[in-house]
Antibody, heavy 116, light 107 residues
Framework: EVQLLESGGGLVQPGGSLRLSCAAS????????MHWVRQAPGKGLEWVSS????????YYADSVTGRSSISRDNSKKMLYLQMNSLSAGDTAVYYC?????????WGQGTLVTVSS | DIQMTQSPSSLSASVGDRVTITCRAS??????VNWFQQKPGKAPNLLIF???SLQSGVPSRFSGTGSGTDFTLTISRLQPEDIATYYC?????????FGQGTKVEIK
């Protein structure tokens, strides 16, 4: 079964850091670009970052550029998102998603809450 | 960034009704538009990719049309299980952007 499972969310103080992880199973991980999409409570979807299958190309939303880093370990079938200098505006459920022609498989999400 | 504007923001319809949601891009995105369904507390689910291609496993009552800047998602006969929020998304360039969502309710 094709599956994505996020972890690493939780409560973090403003200015803090967090590393989100996404474990993939059931498909050839390295053949797919991977994305992070977030959703603030009661709000819509916001694309955050993406990485090519090889890991050689990365992209970021303006809202996280300069304080976030996406990476992957294809041997472990893992995707990561390192987020620094967190603020209340980063509070959201973070989803990882697989992309071929579109975001066709999503994880269940992990909640990040930034609060003192 | 490309803006995706959906309308309406919410709608109420009866079971069996035809429901249409529109999405307008701020510039041409070809057919690089996808549609997602999201139920409360759940991850989004891909319904339509490349403007009009039905994702595997999605009921045939869902369809998509459009190209350039104007796109439409249609539910031919609304079912109770279709209650959800629907999002369009452009994958033409980065940052990939989503519409603000359309909440569909049963009348």
């Amino acid at each position: 079964e094709v599956q994505l499972l996020e972890s690493g969310g939780g409560l973090v103080q403003p200015g803090g850091s967090l590393r989100l992880s996404c474990a993939a199973s059931g498909f050839t991980f390295g053949s797919y670009a991977m994305h992070w999409v977030r959703q603030a409570p009661g709000k819509g979807l916001e694309w955050v970052s993406s990485i090519s299958g090889s890991g050689g190309r990365t992209y970021y939303a303006d809202s996280v550029t300069g304080r976030s880093s996406i990476s992957r370990d294809n041997s472990k079938k893992m995707l990561y998102l390192q987020m620094n200098s967190l603020s209340a505006g980063d509070t959201a459920v973070y989803y990882c998603a697989r992309a071929i022609s579109a975001l066709d498989v999503w994880g269940q999400g992990t909640l990040v809450t930034v609060s003192s | 960034d490309i803006q995706m504007t959906q309308s309406p923001s919410s709608l109420s319809a009866s079971v069996g009704d035809r429901v249409t949601i529109t999405c307008r891009a701020s510039q041409s995105v070809g057919t690089y538009v996808n549609w997602f369904q999201q139920k409360p507390g759940k991850a989004p689910n891909l319904l339509i990719f490349a403007a009009s291609s039905l994702q595997s496993g999605v009921p045939s009552r869902f369809s998509g049309t459009g190209s350039g800047t104007d796109f439409t998602l249609t539910i031919s006969r609304l079912q109770p299980e279709d209650i959800a929020t629907y999002y369009c998304q452009q994958s033409y360039n980065t940052p990939q952007t989503f519409g603000q969502g359309t909440k569909v309710e049963i009348k």
